[in-house]
């Protein structure tokens, strides 16, 4: 079975600008949350969703949003780009209440 | 003082020696306890989780939970290369569920041949 896939894996932006990341979970999971990772820090939780409502929410500025589509994938939206937002966006999925939770390899958000 | 605490390393242990990883948390009502391994440029990958005082063990892996002293440890026996990279401690956020981790910075560690 596939594990979370994300997409794209490396990308580079300029400040200001807009950018999508993408999700698939694992097939039968409905639970998504996203994670941003500064370099030399753990990951931290921007959001949780489950059969497409919001759950959850981090300590994270309005330019951050996400959803959830039917097919229980996920965008997550960061505005207004800042220096700051490069870093590693994490995607885990997982049976919801369930032990644990399941990493995507990660996509990697250059600022510039 | 921040809910989860790890030395940040780095932390060199001999080849085939035991390497031991710690942990503390801030909110006595946690319940469950993860360790995540990560490679440098990949993901983190779950290694064990714990729930009850005491030990788990998984092969080389033993966790140790200790819940009047609030800490959790990880002792990886046998060290090899390959064990080498950051290990993660994660505690749930408290009324909610594994999907919102609270991590430590990570314990950076080095096996050296």
């Known amino acids: 079975d596939a594990g979370v896939t994300q997409s794209p894996t490396h990308l580079i932006k300029t400040r200001g600008q807009h950018v999508t990341l993408r999700c698939s979970p694992i097939?039968?999971?409905?639970?998504v949350s996203w994670y941003q990772q500064v370099l030399g820090q753990g990951p931290q939780f921007i959001f949780q969703?489950?059969?497409?409502?919001?759950?959850g929410r981090g300590n994270f500025p309005d330019r951050f949003s996400a959803r959830q589509f039917p097919n229980y994938s996920s965008e997550l939206n960061v505005n207004a780009l800042l220096l700051g937002d490069s870093a590693l966006y994490l995607c885990?999925?997982?049976?919801?209440?369930?032990?644990?939770?399941?990493f995507g390899e990660g996509s990697w958000l250059t600022v510039v | 003082q921040k809910e989860v605490e790890q030395n940040s390393g780095p932390l060199s242990v001999p080849e085939g020696a035991i390497a031991s990883l710690n942990c503390t948390y801030s909110?006595?009502?946690?319940?469950?306890f993860f360790w995540y391994r990560q490679y440098s440029g990949k993901s983190p990958e779950l290694i064990m989780f714990?729930?009850?005082?005491g030990d788990k063990e998984d092969g080389r892996f033993t966790a140790q939970l200790n819940k009047a002293s609030q800490y959790v440890s990880l002792l990886i026996r046998d060290s090899q290369p390959s064990d080498s990279a950051t290990y993660l401690c994660?505690?749930?956020?408290?009324?909610?569920?594994?999907?919102?981790?609270?991590f430590g910075t990570g314990t950076r560690l080095t096996i050296i041949p």
């Open positions: 909110d006595r009502g946690s319940q469950s």
């Open positions: 969703y489950y059969e497409k409502e919001e759950r």
């Open positions: 714990i729930y009850s005082n």
């Open positions: 994660a505690v749930p956020a408290a009324n909610f569920g594994n999907e919102k981790l609270t």
């Open positions: 885990a999925s997982s049976f919801l209440g369930r032990n644990t939770i399941y």
């Open positions: 097939s039968g999971h409905k639970s």
